[in-house]
């Protein structure tokens, strides 16, 4: 089993991850901010990740440390789960219609992260969370992960539909990508020998 457990504690935040890259899609989340635990629902439940996270953060300030943060763990977390990621697919994509909105993303476990956000809302706020923010989201969790990671949303008017869009199609491309390969379980899929 591809799991990693960590903890992150800053004077802003205090957190503790558990990820299961083989798991059903379980998942205990509290982040202090209800709309973000909705949307690592997602993430979870489609990507079949187990995930156990619970973050203290600086809440009275604002929720900025607390969404970045959490992204950071995460993407260690999945990092150093996939560790050398022998026998994964690497690239994978997806498009996730959600009612009226159409996200598609496309994601590469590089070692090299990038990301690439194209999505745009009509709201300053989603629920209780700046809008803004998911893009920080988004950013730290590719930069943490190691990962390319492209996320743009063709249409769309709901603003959560669209974002939840990304999360799903996030969850649904990174699912594809870490699956093993049975054609070649044992192999770095790179032409260099490794991802980093």
Same mark, same amino acid.
Not at 24 to 34: F, Y
Not at 66 to 87: F, H, M, N, P, Y
Not at 117 to 142: C, H, T, Y
């Given at each position: ?13 205090? &957190?503790? @991850? /558990? ?10 989340? %509290?982040?202090? &901010? ?10 979870? !439940? ?5 995930? =156990?996270?619970? @973050?203290?953060? %600086? ?9 970045? =943060? ?23 994509? /997806?498009?996730? *219609? ?11 476990? /590089?070692?090299? *992260?990038?990301?690439? #956000? !194209?999505? +745009?809302?009509?709201? *300053? !706020? ?10 920080? #989201? ?5 930069? $943490? ?11 769309? =008017?709901? $603003?959560?539909?669209? @974002? ?16 093993? +390969?049975?054609?070649?379980? =044992?192999?770095? *899929?790179?032409?260099?020998? /490794?991802?980093?």
């Amino acid at each position: 089993m591809r799991t990693a457990t960590l903890e992150r504690n800053t004077r802003e935040t205090r &957190i503790s @991850v /558990s990820v299961n890259l083989d798991g059903t899609g379980q998942c205990n989340l %509290d982040t202090g &901010i209800g709309f973000l635990d909705h949307m690592l629902e997602q993430l979870s !439940k489609h990507g079949l990740i187990d995930l =156990d996270l619970k @973050v203290e953060g %600086d809440l009275h300030v604002d929720m900025h440390h607390t969404t970045e =943060d959490s992204a950071i763990a995460i993407g260690q977390a999945v990092k150093q789960a996939l560790g050398e990621c022998r026998g994964v697919k690497r690239f994978a994509h /997806s498009y996730l *219609p959600m009612d009226e909105a159409l996200t598609r993303v496309a994601l590469d476990i /590089s070692g090299r *992260p990038y990301l690439i #956000w !194209k999505v +745009d809302f009509s709201r *300053p !706020k989603i629920g209780n969370m700046d809008s803004e923010l998911f893009k920080e #989201w988004f950013q730290a969790f590719a930069q $943490n992960a190691g990962i390319t990671l492209h996320v743009e949303n063709l249409y769309g =008017d709901n $603003n959560h539909h669209i @974002v939840e869009s990304c999360f799903k199609g996030l969850a649904r491309s990174l699912r594809d990508a870490i699956a093993i +390969d049975e054609r070649q379980k =044992d192999v770095i *899929p790179s032409t260099k020998g /490794s991802l980093s």
